[in-house]
């Protein structure tokens, strides 16, 4: 995977946006353990950024190249259509995301573990409906130094707290339902989904505190080509 990274901050002193291209790359497998119960397993490499002449700091003259990476992950999953013959499949999921080996977050976040569990039930050959349940560990280290990416942030502890609540994304619930449609034209399959993370709070230091909420939408389409070849139905 390629990914396009854009970085606006978070440093305090004089910068402009800028971007940076990456890899990334993962690997999984997936075994039928009955007809009805399959378990999976993946690894994520890290995706790593190198933002040019991001930042000139508070008081500095030279700008400053800034690092940021997006961490290495593993998950584990296990799902099931025994229930509603063969109608209602059910999965869960364990990741676990190593924020210890990503440059920038190591400094403000601790590793992570996420929790997924998700159902589809479907209603006929062409329609389903899907429901999903995401709790995810607060990542916000409370144990901050004073550097961040190799950078020594003017203003200390305090300085870092600040740029620590820009990343801040507390929110430990997360829920999502949607739908799928087969075929709504021939060879094309569409999707549509709304979630959001119920809003959490926390404090960051004396001075700075942060309040998350969040709501999505989402469409999308899905192309089987040439199915009729491939004796896909």
């Known amino acids: 995977m390629i990914g ?10 004089t910068g402009a946006m ?5 890899l990334r790359g993962s690997v999984g497998a997936n075994y039928a353990l009955t007809e009805h119960t399959s378990l999976g397993v993946y690894y994520m490499t890290k995706q790593h950024f190198r933002f040019k002449d991001e930042v000139i700091l508070f008081n500095q003259s030279v700008s400053r190249d800034v690092h940021l990476a997006l961490p290495n992950q593993v998950g584990m999953g296990v799902s099931n259509t025994t229930l509603c013959n063969g109608k209602l499949l059910l999965a869960a999921d364990v990741l676990f995301l190593n924020w210890n080996n990503a440059q920038l977050f190591k400094e403000i976040y601790r590793n992570q573990w996420v929790l997924q569990v998700g159902s589809q039930y479907q ?3 062409r329609v389903c409906m899907r429901l999903a349940y995401a709790f995810a560990e607060n990542p916000v280290d409370s144990d901050v130094g004073t550097t961040v990416a190799g950078i020594p942030v003017p203003g200390g502890v305090s300085a870092v707290k600040y740029l620590q609540a820009q990343f801040a994304v507390v929110n430990q619930h997360r829920f999502a339902a949607g739908f799928g449609v087969r075929d709504v034209l021939p060879g094309i399959d569409f999707d549509g989904f709304a979630g959001g993370m119920f809003e959490a709070s926390e404090q960051l230091g004396d001075l700075t505190h942060v309040s998350v909420e969040s709501y999505f939408l989402g469409v999308g389409l899905t192309w089987r080509f040439d199915r009729g070849r491939w004796g896909v139905n």
């Open 4 to 13: 396009d990274g854009f970085l606006d901050g978070p440093f305090v002193g």
């Open 18 to 22: 800028t971007n940076a291209y990456a």
């Open 123 to 125: 209603l006929n050959r």
